[in-house]
Antibody, heavy 119, light 112 residues
Framework: VHLVQSGGGLVWPGGSLRLSCATS????????LSWVRQAPGKGLEWVGR??????????DYAAPVKGRFTISRDASKNTLYLQMNSLKTEDTAVYYC???????????WGQGTLVTVSS | DIVMTQTPLSLSVTPGQPASISCKSG???????????LYWYLQKPGQSPQLLIY???SRFYGVSDRFSGSGSGTDFTLQIGRVGAEDVGIYYC?????????FGQGTRLDIK
């Protein structure tokens, strides 16, 4: 199982950024997927999740990002996305993608990508 | 949101000695399906977190049998037998019963 992330960087407050998480080694269409972030020197914070098509492909988000972040998935590319809009300085963090779904929540993780929101 | 509280926040252990980390949840993690959704992760320095234990006491693939989880309801424990240099890092518990999924503050383990 491999999850390879891309797309981080420096962005102005109010700006947008899209993160990608290219996956391999498992059946993408059968896997829930989540994003987890870690602010500098802080602990882990769940950002949101997307379920599989047969579960409605529904998404859930943590309150701090709801309405600003959108999680999507592209089965043709085995890739997960996190579209981040209206970014705030407090969104500065390393963002991880992770496989999800019971019973083993977050059993495989990407390498993480740093998003810095600063003027 | 379910608050997860870990103790201690830091731990310094002599090599070969055991270690124990406590995690308490703000409400029971026992689901109506009979499962208890408590997880343990380890984040080694400079690495992504890795799953150690799921559903209180089940070790993930390849995890050493020196790691064991126990507990029920709201009180849980991760025990590490014979700590070694490879166990250094930050340990997090997490609840999976309700959204938002929430983590404990983390417990930093180092070697004396």
């Amino acid at each position: 199982v491999h999850l390879v992330q891309s797309g981080g960087g420096l962005v102005w407050p109010g700006g947008s950024l899209r993160l990608s998480c290219a996956t391999s080694g498992f059946t993408f269409t059968n896997a829930w997927l989540s994003w987890v972030r870690q602010a500098p020197g802080k602990g882990l914070e769940w950002v949101g999740r997307i379920k599989i098509k047969t579960d409605g492909a529904t998404t859930d988000y943590a309150a701090p990002v709801k309405g600003r972040f959108t999680i999507s998935r592209d089965a043709s590319k085995n890739t997960l996305y996190l579209q981040m809009n209206s970014l705030k300085t407090e969104d500065t963090a390393v963002y991880y993608c992770a496989t999800d779904g019971y019973p083993k929540l977050f059993d495989y993780w990407g390498q993480g990508t740093l998003v810095t929101v600063s003027s | 949101d379910i608050v997860m509280t870990q103790t201690p926040l830091s731990l310094s252990v002599t090599p070969g000695q055991p270690a124990s980390i406590s995690c308490k949840s703000g409400q029971s993690l026992l689901h109506s399906d009979g499962m208890t959704y408590l997880y343990w992760y380890l984040q080694k320095p400079g690495q992504s977190p890795q799953l150690l234990i799921y559903e209180v006491s089940s070790r993930f693939y390849g995890v050493s049998d020196r790691f064991s989880g126990s507990g029920s309801g709201t009180d849980f424990t991760l025990q590490i037998g014979r700590v070694g240099a490879e166990d250094v890092g930050i340990y997090y518990c997490m609840q999976g019963i309700d959204l938002p999924l929430t983590f404990g503050q983390g417990t930093r383990l180092d070697i004396k």
